[in-house]
């Protein structure tokens, strides 16, 4: 199992407690990704972390105290990249755009934290799959308060509050679900990839902070 994962060469070096354990999460985070929570093995982190089992178990726990531990990480470093990427300077509609091109880029760059994080965790339920719902709603709040602020310069705050929540949890998982089909896609730019998710829901929230909102036309089904 291990010839599909790369080593660490730092077994034998001593580093600050700090550095090993980056490297240690490195290493379990590259190992979940492959072979998922239950078939991933102390054994294979050990090994490519370059570090003896028992330093694992001293510096970071049990096998799913570790597993937490990466996910915290990494749901922490998603988050913040997408927030760093949110300009407020900007109108909110460009803001959303920078900040899904920066949660894009961020899939691009880490594939195996975003594998660890959105099927991993998910898979294996539990406290693991609370702190991805954890994750999750701080991304709805952002996008909820950038629908929100939209309405607000419209006059129209009260109107959007009513489904701005239940509308920013659907884009997010328009976005989760995009970035699957994107791992498999990537000749496709992060912004262009941004610029279809917005063509897809701001018209429909730009609709709704303007005050135009769809309604069911009557019919005499609607009526029964």
Not at 41 to 66: C, N, Q, R, W
Not at 135 to 164: F, H, N, P, T, Y
């Amino acid at each position: 199992m291990s010839e599909h994962v790369q080593r660490s060469p730092e077994r034998a070096k001593r580093l600050p407690r700090a550095v090993r354990e980056r490297q240690i999460l490195d290493a379990a985070v590259q190992v979940f990704s492959r072979y998922g929570y239950h078939s991933a093995s102390m054994d294979e982190i050990s090994d490519v972390a370059g570090v003896s089992k028992p330093m694992i178990y001293t510096y970071l726990g049990s096998k799913e105290d570790l597993f937490a531990q990466c996910i915290r990480r990494e749901a922490s470093r998603l988050l913040e990249a997408v927030e760093s990427g949110i300009q407020p300077d900007l109108p909110p509609d460009m803001q959303l755009w920078h900040g899904l091109r920066s949660f894009y880029r961020f899939v691009a760059d880490y594939r195996e934290s975003w594998t660890v994080l959105h099927r991993q965790a998910l898979a294996v339920g539990g406290s693991f799959a609370e702190e991805i719902t954890s994750m999750r709603s701080r991304a709805i709040e952002l996008v909820a308060a950038l629908v929100v602020s939209a309405g607000s310069q419209k006059g129209l705050a009260d109107q959007v509050e009513k489904s701005g929540e239940g509308l920013a949890a659907a884009l997010v998982g328009a976005a989760e679900s995009l970035a699957d089909w994107w791992l498999d896609h990537s000749e496709v730019t992060d912004g262009v990839l941004a610029s279809w998710l917005m063509n897809l829901v701001w018209l429909g929230f730009n609709d709704l902070v303007e005050g135009r909102v769809w309604t069911p036309s009557s019919s005499p089904a609607h009526n029964e």
